[in-house]
């Protein structure tokens, strides 16, 4: 090394901050080729055997001076913060493995308890993640907090290294009595997608300490994101979720609304550029609803949410305290809607915390929901009620210490008798009366775990109504009893209902391949009854004028019911005023 370059290390390491048991050399732009490049530094290290926390950032360090920077670590058992970031530029990729082992040894060696690592920024995929593999699983990180990968190229092959090392890494340090309890997880624009993110939930769900996750840009879509979602429920301290630009679709938004169901402390969610849409939009604001009490910050931009779903959104957050900022820009709202949603928070006073809309995509193009399916969701009909199956399928299972599962025995379904299963196979006026006490049995056929199916069965009986007094009876009752059970439970199971009921009516654009019914005027007076009895919510009314009102055009064909209804919804959400 050139004494030019040793005169400008050394002016560099003597404006370098040292104190609070920290040495910096953040942002020096430091050539280390080699041991003779670090003896300065090196220097520094050893007048400093109270060593805790130590920053590369921003430097670039080969091969032969890691060996040198390694060699100094060794004395320094009191090291608890590695700043490693942007540390390798101009390296070959095959040089920075050989360079994380070398300091990863020397960590092991010192008996260095690291609490904060932080390597992003460093292009070393997955064959960095072997370079660090040994180090993750060793005592020196049983005890680490705060785990930084963005930008590292990881990969599908490195995102399943790091979790298997991360597992490892528990089940030794819970031998010992200890387990590892990682607090900060951060591996944004990593490339992990499917395979990669599914194998870190296992090890997410394993940890249960998690309060901050950050994977941003990873190509993850909604087998991803459902797998992340199940190990997310299982971290209850949970206060920051970013998601950012993966794609959710509904199903993915499903399951992760279902996780929040569960989650206390969360206080930022961004699931911007995710394709929530407005069916995963719905369901989010039902969580809003009956959770995320502490919730401040939540982005939903660019997510392809309607100028309906938009504003049942901003109702869910009229009651939280703590609330911020609600980002719903870059959805498809249209110049009308865009102002709608800004007097609706004007009117809640809350319009200070609504982002810019700015980027708003304007109203969708009128096309058949099919060619704006993704292949991701060709069976989202099927999977609907796997997606909402909240109390029956996901309640029922018991998690172990070691992640396994084990679900209850629960009794089979009762089978429903031949007269009721021919009723709806092909249902009319006529067999609905012969079912006489039998029609009690139709409400087995609703339940909210399947919202599609629910929907079904209540449009089938709904478009039976007619003014006929004993038809009218039947209908009507057997109307009430079906809607006393499905809006009895969770905000999301009946979320979930009324989105697939409005999707079906063609007052919703949904996913996937489901038909719209004819529409009659039976369902619109049904519900026109339904909402004037005391089973049916105000904020549920409130939802249904928000879709009924802004798409009128869809229900033109049945003027008279339609203005029934939307009087009646009219008068039950001025009632709420």
Not at 251 to 266: I, P, Q, W, Y
Not at 524 to 553: D, G
């Amino acid at each position: 090394m050139a004494s030019d370059d040793i005169d400008l290390l050394a002016d560099a390491l003597s404006k370098t901050h040292v104190g609070d048991g920290e040495l910096s050399y953040k942002g020096l732009g430091l050539k280390l080729d080699d041991a003779e490049s670090v003896e300065e530094l090196i220097r520094e290290m050893e007048r400093y055997p109270g060593l805790r926390a130590l920053r590369l950032e921003g430097n670039t360090v080969g091969v032969d001076a890691a060996r040198a920077i390694a060699k100094a670590l060794e004395s320094q058992d009191l090291l608890q913060r590695c700043y490693w970031s942007d540390m390798f530029t101009g390296r070959l990729r095959s040089e920075i493995p050989t360079a994380l082992r070398s300091l990863g040894s020397a960590l092991m060696s010192a008996g260095a308890r690291l609490t904060d690592l932080d390597l992003s920024d460093n292009a070393f995929g997955p064959d960095g993640v072997k370079g660090i593999e040994q180090l993750l699983k060793s005592p020196s990180c049983h005890t680490l907090q705060e785990l930084r990968l963005n930008n590292c190229g990881m990969g599908i092959g490195g995102g399943k290294i790091l979790a298997e090392a991360l597992i490892e890494g528990h089940r030794q340090s819970s031998a010992l009595g200890t387990p590892l309890k990682l607090r900060v997880f951060i591996a944004g624009r990593n490339r992990l997608e499917n395979e990669g993110a599914s194998a870190l939930a296992k090890a997410f769900q394993l940890m249960g300490s998690l309060e901050e996750v950050h994977m941003p840009q990873n190509g993850i879509n909604h087998a991803g994101v459902v797998a992340l979602a199940s190990a997310m429920r299982h971290n209850p301290e949970l206060r920051v979720i970013n998601l950012n630009d993966n794609s959710f679709t509904k199903r993915g938004t499903l399951a992760m609304a279902k996780a929040l169901r569960h989650l206390r402390s969360v206080q930022v969610i961004n699931f911007g550029d995710c394709l929530v849409r407005s069916e995963g939009a719905i369901a989010l604001a039902a969580v809003l609803r009956e959770g995320l009490p502490i919730l401040k910050e939540l982005n939903l931009s660019f997510g392809e949410i309607t100028e309906a779903a938009a504003l049942v959104v901003a109702q869910a957050v009229m009651d939280k305290p703590d609330m911020e900022k609600v980002d719903l820009n870059g959805n498809s709202l249209g110049e009308q809607g865009c102002e709608a949603l800004r007097d609706a928070m004007e009117n809640m006073s809350k319009g200070d915390m609504l982002a810019s809309l700015s980027d708003d995509e304007g109203e969708p193009e009128d096309e058949d929901e099919d060619d704006n399916a993704d292949d991701d969701d060709d069976d989202d009909t099927d999977d609907a009620s796997d997606d909402c199956n909240e109390d029956n399928k996901e309640d029922s299972e018991i998690v172990e210490e070691n992640g396994n599962t084990r679900k209850d025995d629960s009794p089979a379904k009762p089978q429903s008798p031949a007269e009721i299963m021919s009723f709806l196979s092909c249902p009319s006026a006529e067999r609905l009366l012969q079912l006489g006490e039998m029609k009690t049995g139709l409400q087995q056929q609703v339940d909210a775990s399947d919202p599609h199916k629910a929907a079904d069965v209540f449009l089938k009986i709904a478009s039976l109504y007619s003014e006929e007094p004993e038809t009218k009876t039947a209908v009507l009752d057997t109307i009430d009893a079906m809607l006393k059970k499905l809006l009895s439970g969770s905000a999301f199971q009946s979320y979930c209902f009324l989105s697939s009921l409005l999707v079906m009516m063609g007052l919703l654009k949904g996913e996937g391949k489901r038909k719209k019914v004819s529409l009659v005027p039976g369902p619109l007076l049904c519900l026109e009854h339904a909402i004037q009895q005391e089973y049916f919510p105000q904020h549920h009314a409130v939802m249904l004028h928000t879709f009924v009102s802004r798409n009128s055009e869809a229900l033109e064909s049945c003027s008279s019911a339609s203005e029934r209804l939307s009087s009646t919804l009219e008068k039950k959400c001025h009632d709420q005023d």
